[in-house]
């Protein structure tokens, strides 16, 4: 049944607040701004915006006049029908594209106040002044701005549209639908007209007689379910291969059509199903089933939902995700909650996360509930290479690695047996990859039989990958953070502040129960000359050289930290002085014969002095110590460096 496109305008095919609450979950989850207007130039619908233009470029008349120009270029480019965009002279980008609904454009998508690259705070700074704004609010502003690169930006805007398009596209569908079913009750009974309109539809139908039998099924059916009327002879039959769990058929499919027949008695609107159909191939449909009758015959239309549902549960993983996230929770319970997404989408699935260690060689088990534990107890800790599966290959290339039939294939020979063990034949493997690229683990999908994946599951793993992507580069990032604040960015050593904590930790511990302990101050000699001739480059290869020699000669009890530029503190528990002594005699020696390699083939060497203090008074606080062995170093230091000095009471 043909429809004419250009006689519905965008908000009649789609739900505009059920739209705008989507845009506005783009907006929360991108922070870029969006909306949508119709051909006509109304306003549809429109997210958020960000400060910078709020409260700035749209208030300023100058600025808003800029905005202004930008939007009309672009319009302008539009008429190509193609995507348009540019960097408004207000230092944003911004971004157009058609929404078109089989060959007629019904509204555009906009995309903007974005950056490609990170923000040029000297352009906006000479902006602000120009203009007249608070310089310090404009660039908070201006920094809030999201930073997505071109190719990701485009991405994005292609899922709206792919998504407004989609709900459109529905919608007419729908509406096509509605004026089938008004034709069929105005139609005769005829067989042969009925089932030429049928056979022409978009939409999946099908009818039955007063007794269930089964009639007619038109050719959408056949193509969207795999059954043909040959296989379906009455609604029993119907019902036991669409909905092959007899628990469900019994809770749902048959409550729902005992209410079919007391709407057909009291002359009321059938209600729809909204239900998941198994296919003959196995695959599974998410589909709304619309029931109507005509004359005697019950007429069922199946609308196929299964993209847009999974786009919405999708959608929600992924906004339960980022939640999980927010709330810190354990990355195993996170990827975990993936797996069950993936595993609920698909239910002949089961998945596993393998997360690659810190040296890059070896894949360990993250989240796989489904597996059995001996299997994941097995490739635990694998070593990656080609030929080790499809998880430690994909690792290892870097690439999506699918075995649709393990017992046949090289990757899996090693490991055959264990396969057998645990039931698995078939296992398709996506790397998840950092935003830079980088190998942070696999993503598997594994089936009990032999199988080759459709676009669906390609589209399924790539999605569940990016997802474990975000949740592992977030972990990483909150840990380095973490990290920070105890360590030294350079040298990996305690900072000012963590060394302090762990020494008064170790001095009240020593106070408590008794003890010695010994504290030493080390500092590079003539550490200027060595940045002032060779650049601080070399200079910072220096201090990671010495906390390199450090950590190699101290005790696991020993704490060390960086305390200043190029100072370092010791304190050495249970050590008297003799020892520290001895301790700081042996590091001397180490640091003397560490070397720095260089371009011109001579290796830069260097050396430190060290002072050294022994605790006599057990109420001296931490400062008090590092004075004394402050002391001792600068004793060493003018009898000529490279050398080791014990303070002495005066």
Not at 347 to 371: F, M, Q, W
Not at 456 to 471: G, K, T, V
Request: aromatic content about 8%; proline content about 4%; glycine content about 6%.
């Amino acid at each position: 049944m043909q429809i004419d496109i250009s006689q519905y305008r965008f908000s009649e095919l789609v739900d505009v607040p059920s739209f705008t609450r989507m845009l506005e979950s783009f907006f929360l989850a991108t922070g870029i701004p969006n909306g949508v207007v119709d051909v006509d130039g109304e306003l549809l619908s429109m997210s958020a915006g960000l400060n910078a233009c709020t409260q700035f470029h749209r208030v300023q008349p100058e600025a808003a006049e800029r905005c202004r120009q930008s939007n009309l270029t672009i319009m302008h480019d539009l008429r190509a029908g193609c995507v348009a965009g540019g960097l408004c002279r207000n230092g944003l980008m911004d971004y157009a594209t058609p929404v078109v609904i089989e060959g007629r454009q019904l509204a555009t998508l906009f995309l903007g106040q974005v950056l490609h690259t990170p923000p040029d705070m000297a352009f906006f700074r000479q902006q602000a002044a120009e203009l007249g704004w608070d310089e310090s609010a404009y660039l908070a502003s201006i920094a809030a701005i999201p930073v997505v690169d071109k190719e990701r930006l485009q991405k994005l805007m292609a899922v709206m549209v792919e998504m407004a398009h989609m709900l459109a596209t529905s919608g007419l569908a729908r509406l096509r639908q509605n004026v089938l079913e008004h034709k069929l009750g105005e139609q005769s009974e005829r067989r042969i007209q009925l089932e030429d309109i049928l056979e022409s539809s978009p939409v999946a139908i099908g009818w039955s007689d007063g007794g269930a039998r089964i009639e007619y099924v038109n050719q959408q059916f056949t193509r969207l379910f795999g059954y043909t009327l040959a296989d379906l002879p009455d609604l029993k039959a119907w019902y036991r291969q669409a909905y092959p769990d007899e628990r469900y058929r019994e809770t749902v499919v048959q409550p729902w059509v005992q209410a079919l027949a007391l709407a057909r008695q009291t002359g009321v609107q059938p209600p729809e199903l909204e239900t998941d159909i198994i296919c003959k191939n196995g695959d599974v449909r998410r589909i709304v089933v619309r029931p109507a009758w005509v004359a005697r015959r019950q007429l069922v239309s199946f609308t196929d939902i299964t993209e847009r549902w999974q786009s919405e549960q999708r959608e929600r993983a992924h906004d339960a995700m980022l939640e999980m996230v927010a709330r810190g929770a354990a990355l195993g319970n996170i990827l975990n909650g993936i797996v069950q997404q993936i595993e609920t989408e698909d239910t002949t699935a089961r998945c596993s996360v393998l997360l690659l260690s810190e040296d890059g060689k070896h894949l360990l088990t993250g989240a796989a509930p489904s597996l059995p534990a001996f299997y994941n107890e097995a490739i635990h800790g694998i070593e990656i290479g080609v030929g080790v599966g499809s998880c430690g290959t994909a690792a290892y290339l870097g690439q999506r690695v699918i075995v649709e039939d393990i017992h046949l294939h090289d990757y899996w020979k090693p490991y055959l047996s264990l396969a057998q063990q645990a039931g698995l034949r078939a296992c398709w493997s996506e790397p998840i990859l950092s935003s830079r690229g980088v190998v942070l683990g696999t993503f598997a999908i594994y089936h009990a039989e032999p199988k080759a994946p459709q676009l669906q599951d390609l589209e399924r793993i790539a999605f569940a990958s990016n997802l474990a992507a975000i949740a592992i580069e977030n972990r990483r990032t909150q840990e380095e953070l973490e990290r920070r604040a105890y360590l030294d960015y350079l040298t990996g050593l305690a900072n000012r502040r963590y060394f302090f904590e762990q020494a008064e930790k170790e001095l009240d511990r020593v106070r408590r129960y008794g003890g010695v302990l010994s504290v030493l101050m080390l500092d590079i000699d003539r550490f200027k000359l060595v940045n002032d001739t060779y650049g601080h480059k070399v200079g910072d290869l220096v201090l990671q050289k010495l906390a390199e020699v450090c950590l190699a000669s101290l005790r696991d009890i020993d704490i060390i930290g960086r305390i200043g530029g190029e100072e370092f503190a010791i304190l050495l528990p249970q050590t008297a002085s003799e020892q520290a002594l001895q301790a700081a005699e042996r590091l001397r020696v180490a640091i003397a014969g560490a070397e720095i390699p260089q371009q011109s083939g001579l290796p830069l060497h260097f050396t430190a002095s060290f002072g050294a203090t022994v605790l006599v008074d057990k109420d001296a606080s931490m400062d008090i110590l590092l004075s004394q062995a402050d002391q001792a170093l600068y004793q060493a230091k003018a009898q000529g460096r490279n050398r080791v000095c014990l303070y002495r009471a005066q």
